[in-house]
């Protein structure tokens, strides 16, 4: 009796756990979200980064690529994503060592050398904003118009071209690629 009740219930602990392996089908016409396919891979955490970052969801950019982080190891592309997300969340601090170390590779992308120049023209920094916005044009053989629209505007904070200190601009991150970040002026 007791082995019969013990087999039972084991049975019905190991079935209750089925329900997570294999969800129920899904209604179509249901409010709620549909449950967790597991029999599924994951999407990795760099293009669920930046597919957040795309979207503004720094937070959220911020987890997917400490996610990536983890799972492939801190590479010259997690530690442009994390200096991305908290640039986007305004720690210019973070957000400049990590693109610092995004960069301290030899094929570091043009787009990590830009997005470390923004972060400098957010913090003030113009000369080296200039400088490291220079090798992003470089790098990029000329061909990349959001870096040549950086480095235009860096120049011009500089002083180095016509700009009107009064005029107070607004900027915003926008993804233009993928990895490739750029200011634009918000639209009141």
């Known amino acids: 009796m007791i082995r019969t009740t013990l087999t039972v219930l084991t049975l019905a602990l190991a079935l209750s756990g089925c329900a997570r392996v294999f969800p129920a089908k899904v209604d179509k016409d249901s409010p709620f979200a549909p449950g967790v396919d597991y029999r599924k891979e994951a999407v990795d955490g760099l293009t669920v980064g930046n ?3 795309a979207n503004k969801e720094y937070n959220l950019a911020l987890d997917a690529f400490t996610r990536a982080a983890m799972e492939e190891g801190f590479t010259g592309e997690t530690y442009a994503g994390l200096g991305a997300a908290n640039f986007g969340l305004g720690r210019l601090g973070q957000a400049e060592k990590q693109l610092r170390e995004a960069v301290k590779s030899p094929e570091a992308p043009p787009e990590a050398w830009n997005n470390l120049g ?69 639209v009141p």
């Open 51 to 53: 597919r957040l970052l």
């Open 118 to 186: 923004l972060v400098l023209i957010e913090k003030g920094e113009l000369p080296e904003a200039v400088e490291v916005l220079r090798r992003a044009f470089a790098l990029s053989n000329g061909q990349n118009d959001e870096i040549r629209e950086n480095l235009r505007l860096a120049l011009a904070m500089q002083g180095k071209n016509d700009y009107d200190p009064d005029v107070e601009q607004e900027l915003d991150l926008v993804q233009s690629g993928k990895g490739q970040y750029r200011l634009h002026q918000q």
